[in-house]
């Protein structure tokens, strides 16, 4: 199956409402209700079931309140166990759908798919990765990639230490222990922590990417919530997770070229505008290659990329159509809107929108 081209979005776009309608289910048609969205008339109807990243935990629930708000006779539940669990679920039959923080492999396969269909991947979240610390009367710090490597693989173990300090002049540091905490589950977002110091500080951080955390010592904790949660209630604590749930933790501004860039969605949005799509991949799959060894001034290296994996085609039409649906509000305007504002993500750009339009065509074939 080829993917329809970039001439048909435009129409795709404004055909929305009729084509899911005639891919609804052909029993008994749902009561019809008003999509308070965009003002259409919504007749469709059934169960989508997710499961996935913890870091697109937040901007899940506000896509599925304004999804099933325009759509009340549909049910979306979404399970933020982890990216591992997502790729394990989409891949076993056991979702619609997955959220991974990690690209989905290129020849991985999934029975929910139609027999021409494949998984492709789907950039809808764009978030900063936090490197996060509670130290008491300390906001924000200062460090270059090879500095936080050290304290994460436990070969730097004081916050006085001299990496630290020397990029903090003026900052009184304390004579304290470091516990750094990692992701103890299968995490995308540990994936994308380690594929940015091994870019940057490869002769450190000497271990393959992976969701995995790759080294002994420091203190392990499972999911966002976890690691949130372990260096709050503990002083002198490390970590990194999501920027939408840095709270009042102090965050780390990374070294960039000669200069040191606090997270922002701005700053992270602007080098996913650089990326381009891995090599091998399959019609429509959009997994991004991200410089993380960018020097351009202004850009934050450390960036998520969240995923939603789903099929090229599905072996249930009606299936197919419902993930459609809920796929195009998730990438819409105002659904990319709703996530910003409730957690902090940079809303994808039109180019990257057009892109995932084209590539959700074949749901509703």
Known sequence: MKFTKLGRVAALAAAGALLLSSCASNEAPADESEDTTGGETSSISGTLNGVGASSMGGAQTVWIAGFQTANPDVTVNYDPAGSGAGVEAITSGGADYAGSDAVLEADATSPVCAADGYPVNLPVYISPVAVVFNLEGIDSLNMDAETIANIFKGEITNWNDEAIASQNEGVELPDQAITAVHRSDESGTTENFAEYLSAVAPDTWDAEPDKVFPYEGGEGAQQTSGVIDAVTNNQGTIGYAD??????????????????VEFSADAAAAVVETATIEEGRQDGDLAFEIDRTTTESGVYPLVLVSYTVACSSYEDAEKGALVHAYLTHVISEEGQQAAADEAGSAPISASIRDQITESIAGMVE
């Not at 920027?243 to 040191?260: C, I």
Request: proline letters at 0%; charged letters at 30%.
């Open 243 to 260: 920027a939408s749930r840095a709270g009042e933790l102090g965050t780390v501004a990374l070294k960039v070229g000669e200069e040191y």
